[in-house]
T-cell receptor, first 114, second 117 residues
Framework: AQTVTQSQPEMSVQEAETVTLSCTYD???????LFWYKQPPSRQMILVIR??????QNATENRFSVNFQKAAKSFSLKISDSQLGDAAMYFC???????????FGTGTRLTIIP | DAGVIQSPRHEVTEMGQEVTLRCKPI?????LFWYRQTMMRGLELLIY????????DSGMPEDRFSAKMPNASFSTLKIQPSEPRDSAVYFC???????????????FGAGSRLTVL
């Protein structure tokens, strides 16, 4: 079974600075997807970014980018120019190609310091 | 599209009562998922459907839990009888079919917070 590990329960960053959230996963598959979801206090789960494992290029979405290291099974999220609205729980997730269900990590609570 | 619609947003009930949570997925999405979120266990997949057919219900805790999807636009998660340990936020999510550009991307509803006293 696939597992997703987020080793940082909490992180904090000064507004406008850059922060990196860590995620590692375990799988024997070669084709899969990785995701970062954000859950603000409203509790709505919002997709931040998706990475397809067969793509070597790291995904980016505006201020959000990932560092995908397939051999190391590492998938970190970098948030640049942090804003107060980025404060949330961030969940890393995995799904096999051809299997829609997502397996989530335990989350990292990100605090933005004004 | 209005997104994934869940009801109720909040439910407070007493132990032993029946609870029914409802979900309307995004139109055209072939997959529907029920997740449960607690502080202790995080986000757990309970069950998911493809084209209204249950595919994997291995996450359903016990026989007190049941889920149905009678048509493409509606699903229910029922707990009977409810217990205090069932208190959690229950999320419904949907995703398009494998052939689409949004494959494997789950869109979540706002969740139903259940409190069982």
């Amino acid at each position: 079974a696939q597992t997703v590990t987020q080793s940082q329960p909490e992180m904090s960053v000064q507004e406008a600075e850059t922060v990196t959230l860590s995620c590692t996963y375990d799988t024997s598959e070669s084709d899969y997807y990785l995701f970062w979801y954000k859950q603000p206090p409203s509790r709505q789960m919002i997709l931040v970014i998706r990475q397809e494992a067969y793509k070597q290029q790291n995904a980016t979405e505006n201020r959000f980018s990932v560092n995908f290291q397939k051999a190391a099974k590492s998938f970190s999220l970098k948030i640049s120019d942090s804003q107060l609205g980025d404060a949330a729980m961030y969940f890393c997730a995995y799904s096999n190609f051809g299997n829609e269900k997502l397996t989530f990590g335990t989350g990292t609570r990100l605090t933005i310091i004004p | 599209d209005a997104g994934v619609i869940q009801s109720p947003r909040h439910e407070v009930t007493e132990m032993g009562q029946e609870v029914t949570l409802r979900c309307k997925p995004i139109s055209g999405h072939d997959y529907l998922f029920w997740y449960r979120q607690t502080m202790m266990r995080g986000l757990e997949l309970l069950i998911y459907f493809n084209n209204n057919v249950p595919i994997d219900d291995s996450g359903m805790p016990e026989d007190r839990f049941s889920a149905k999807m009678p048509n493409a636009s509606f699903s229910t998660l029922k707990i009977q009888p409810s217990e205090p340990r069932d208190s959690a936020v229950y999320f419904c999510a949907s995703s398009p079919n494998q052939g689409s550009s949004g494959a494997n991307v789950l869109t979540f509803g706002a969740g139903s917070r259940l409190t069982v006293l």
